[in-house]
């Protein structure tokens, strides 16, 4: 992968109609929709956010792809990893974008793959109850073949991003899946029979409650030893899982009495994006250059406010020092979201 520093930045499919969104959200529903009808719901809310450079582009477009893979190089990205939905018995959504960067070849622009393995349902889907819209399903050994088989030409694919030599591979929910040894054990035996060395496995650490709040180098000891080979740490609900009974009480007010999402200052927030387990040879932090989940949940959403350019750098000037001294292999970070200001001073520092 080089010597240099990589930066790997998540990829939302999510932008272009498919059947199940135009019945589940009515006809021609992307998540353009959700940005569009944004409002701003405090003072200094910067909200709807209009997209400049590509617009409200439709990933249908090859030469939206290509434009995003240019835009993404010019500002020091070295690749994109696509969130990639297999929801069991070969169900899958949001697949045609990924599937035409394979089969055209184009954009020539590194890649790997993240199976985002959640049901939809909820406020993180912009559902304001537990109706389960699609779930996910773990059926067992020969869905998990089917679904290395059918990733497996993209595994196979001279741009796929590779560590060690291995395709790498992150996991959303890892605790989701049952018998997760055995489901790595798998697919690692099924890359050795298909000529690849492996599937360099990352799970996601998105929230400590998820771990039962477990320390981060005991949740990290405990996924390399059940088979990942790296962790990211994402870290933007860390601040709010910290709340205590009177904040918590705050905030409810605020959201069912004045309507607001909960507001943390992104210069708070940001205090905990990096940490001291970063250094690891086996943990892969996270940029996160803001965040605000209103435009899909409104007043159930939470929002890092006043984000400045200044913040942003030192933030990114941390996340580098972690992995700065790591092989050259390693020397990898994955972008969480994106603004459009910040991803120069990225470019800067590289």
């Given at each position: 992968?080089?010597?240099?520093?990589?930066?790997?930045?998540?990829?939302?499919?999510?932008?272009?109609?498919?059947?199940?969104?135009?019945?589940?959200?009515g006809?021609?529903?992307?998540?353009?929709?959700?940005?569009?009808?944004?409002?701003?719901?405090?003072?200094?809310?910067?909200?709807?956010?209009?997209?400049?450079?590509?617009?409200?582009?439709?990933l249908?477009?090859p030469?939206?792809?290509?434009?995003?893979?240019?835009?993404?190089?010019?500002?020091?990205?070295?690749?994109?990893?696509?969130?990639?939905?297999?929801?069991?018995?070969?169900?899958?959504l949001?697949?045609?974008?990924?599937?035409?960067?394979?089969?055209?070849?184009?954009?020539?622009?590194?890649?790997?793959?993240?199976?985002?393995?959640?049901?939809?349902?909820?406020?993180?889907?912009?559902?304001?109850?537990?109706?389960?819209?699609?779930?996910?399903?773990?059926?067992?050994?020969?869905?998990?073949?089917?679904h290395?088989?059918?990733?497996?030409?993209?595994?196979?694919?001279?741009?796929?991003?590779?560590?060690?030599?291995?395709?790498?591979?992150?996991?959303?929910?890892?605790?989701?899946?049952?018998?997760?040894?055995?489901?790595?054990?798998?697919?690692?035996?099924?890359?050795?029979?298909?000529?690849?060395?492996?599937?360099?496995?990352?799970?996601?650490?998105?929230?400590?409650?998820?771990?039962?709040?477990?320390?981060?180098?005991?949740?990290?000891?405990?996924?390399?030893?059940?088979?990942?080979e790296?962790?990211?740490?994402?870290?933007?609900?860390?601040?709010?899982?910290?709340?205590?009974?009177?904040?918590?009480?705050?905030?409810?007010?605020?959201?069912?009495?004045?309507?607001?999402?909960?507001?943390?200052?992104?210069?708070?927030?940001?205090?905990?994006?990096?940490?001291s387990?970063?250094?690891?040879?086996?943990?892969?932090?996270?940029?996160?250059?803001?965040?605000?989940?209103?435009?899909?949940s409104?007043?159930?959403?939470?929002?890092?406010?006043?984000?400045?350019?200044?913040?942003?750098?030192?933030?990114?000037?941390?996340?580098?020092?972690?992995?700065?001294?790591?092989?050259?292999?390693?020397?990898?970070?994955?972008?969480?979201?994106?603004?459009?200001?910040?991803?120069?001073?990225?470019?800067?520092?590289?």
């Amino acid at each position: 992968m080089g010597n240099k520093i990589k930066i790997i930045a998540f990829y939302l499919p999510q932008f272009h109609p498919i059947p199940e969104n135009d019945k589940w959200w009515g006809k021609g529903f992307t998540e353009w929709t959700n940005v569009g009808k944004a409002k701003p719901l405090f003072r200094g809310h910067y909200q709807p956010r209009v997209p400049a450079d590509l617009g409200y582009y439709d990933l249908r477009i090859p030469e939206v792809r290509e434009s995003q893979a240019n835009m993404a190089k010019s500002f020091g990205i070295n690749g994109f990893c696509y969130w990639h939905y297999w929801f069991g018995n070969g169900k899958r959504l949001l697949e045609r974008p990924f599937n035409e960067v394979l089969q055209s070849g184009k954009p020539d622009f590194p890649f790997c793959l993240a199976w985002a393995n959640q049901s939809w349902q909820g406020i993180s889907h912009g559902i304001p109850n537990k109706k389960v819209l699609i779930e996910q399903l773990y059926p067992g050994k020969d869905d998990y073949i089917n679904h290395f088989n059918s990733l497996l030409s993209a595994f196979k694919d001279s741009r796929y991003i590779r560590i060690n030599d291995k395709p790498v591979f992150v996991i959303y929910k890892p605790l989701d899946i049952p018998k997760i040894q055995e489901f790595i054990l798998l697919w690692n035996n099924l890359a050795l029979q298909n000529g690849l060395k492996g599937i360099f496995f990352i799970a996601q650490h998105q929230s400590r409650q998820i771990f039962n709040n477990a320390p981060e180098n005991e949740t990290l000891e405990y996924l390399i030893n059940n088979g990942f080979e790296a962790v990211n740490f994402v870290r933007t609900s860390d601040l709010g899982e910290k709340r205590g009974i009177f904040l918590r009480a705050i905030h409810k007010f605020s959201r069912e009495i004045l309507g607001k999402p909960m507001i943390f200052s992104y210069k708070e927030a940001s205090e905990y994006f990096s940490q001291s387990i970063d250094f690891s040879m086996n943990a892969i932090p996270s940029i996160v250059p803001g965040w605000d989940h209103t435009p899909r949940s409104g007043k159930y959403g939470v929002v890092f406010s006043k984000t400045t350019p200044e913040l942003f750098k030192q933030h990114v000037e941390k996340i580098f020092l972690s992995v700065i001294g790591k092989p050259s292999p390693q020397r990898l970070i994955l972008l969480k979201s994106g603004m459009n200001g910040p991803k120069v001073i990225i470019w800067n520092l590289i």
